[in-house]
């Protein structure tokens, strides 16, 4: 959180001598005034017009991610001996989340290309100028923009724009055990569909102990992906920023009851006693997960959940379903969390980047990616050539379905989201652990953070 306050911060003092520095046009001046680079110094043609040179690209990825990445800048490389890929594995999104974007930019040595997984604050930096169209290098990149899925294309255009385009996406299910549903008395082959059903669930999963201590939860609101800021939101109906108005939407009914819905399970299960059961607990790629333990019968997390499972608790018998939802609700649908490609404002060789982007959003080439995570293609076409749904995978079928329902998308996707990501997490704690009424807080928050989109 403090690396997305520090990262906002940096943009505000910085952003106008981008702007003054970068224009809106693809020819740069750094922030000193000097002479604009020139993005074709390191580029030429060879005899047969083809592109040529070398070209940086930053990766957000790590551990496995990370030698996968790694692999494919390989082939690349060896399957094009005249263009070059200089990839740096750069932390915090990409250098996004910690200021080294900016700084770079703002130092004229910006890299050619970038992939973030914080695809919000990504978005943020588009909107403050901090990319490059794409527009001018589509045509290097083989692609058409409208065949992406349309829930992806809410965090490719900004006022009109394309300046990211999504590698790759996630949906978010709902895992639940299996076998601790069979001994709570549920079918596990009829999963809770609507909210009343997922807190009537919890409670006939919650076990305690004979002195009145919680050992099994059936399902905690702000566990996993549930954490997210905009995610709870966006399944009570609600995108938290309204694009067309330009206006946050925080204070809508839905809103106020995400959090009054989360403060019932406060009350309900004491919100110090769920810290101390799960403070000891592992991450998701963790043995000591508690839905890996046992410890939590329902969790809603991400289709890259399976592998972790995969390898840390094979044992564990599960299945995944639709998010539940309130009436008014989002049912049968996801946020498509997504990795973005951008081309950051001052970058030499955007034609090079744009190059590697042809390559890179190659099925065959993301295969062993999806096949490991069950990750999904952004364009839907794609969804044909992976293994998954050539084996009539059951949980691929329904993330393909989720992604595309009409009613999925990304929330929250404006100037100021990383900062109210922090902000929004900061009032559903005082909600959850003061019993804070939330419409005053999210009140005061609206109206403080569209004073900063209105600037």
Partial sequence: MKKRIFALLICVLMISSLIA????SNTNKPADGTAAPDKTAEKTADASG?????????????????????GRVDSFNAENPNVKCEVQFVTDSAGINNGK?????????????IIADDYSSAYSYAANGSFESWEPYLEFTGLSLDDFIKGYQDVMYYDGVPYLIPQDGNALMLYYNVDMF???GLDPNNPPTTLAQLDEYADK???????????????????????DAFVWPFFFGNNVYDQET?????????????????????????????QAFVSGAGGMFSPDHPFMTGKVAMTLTGNWFTNALRIYAPDVNYKVAPVPVPAGGRANSTTVNANVFGIP????????????LKYAMQPAVNATNFDEWRSVPTIDAAFDEISWTKAGDEIYLMERKLVNSPDSGMPALCKVSAQLSVDINALRDNVIYNNADPLPL??????????ELDK
């Fill in 21 to 24: 520095g970068c224009g809106q």
């Fill in 50 to 70: 083809e592109l040529s040179g070398t070209f940086t690209y930053w990766s957000c990825f790590s551990g496995d991610s990370m030698i996968w990445d790694q």
């Fill in 101 to 113: 974007l900016l700084a770079a930019i703002a130092g004229g040595n910006a890299p050619d290309l």
């Fill in 182 to 184: 069979k001994e709570a």
């Fill in 205 to 227: 999963l919650s076990v305690k102990d004979a002195s009145g201590n919680y050992t099994t939860f059936g399902y905690i609101p702000w566990l996993d992906s549930g954490n």
């Fill in 246 to 274: 330009k206006k946050l939407t925080i204070t809508e009914q839905n809103v106020v009851d995400t959090y009054e819905w989360m403060r019932t399970y406060a009350q309900k299960y004491n919100p110090e006693k769920i």
């Fill in 345 to 356: 404002k001052g970058a030499k060789n955007p034609e090079l980047a744009a190059y590697f």
């Fill in 442 to 451: 999210l009140q005061a928050l609206q109206d403080k953070m569209q004073a």
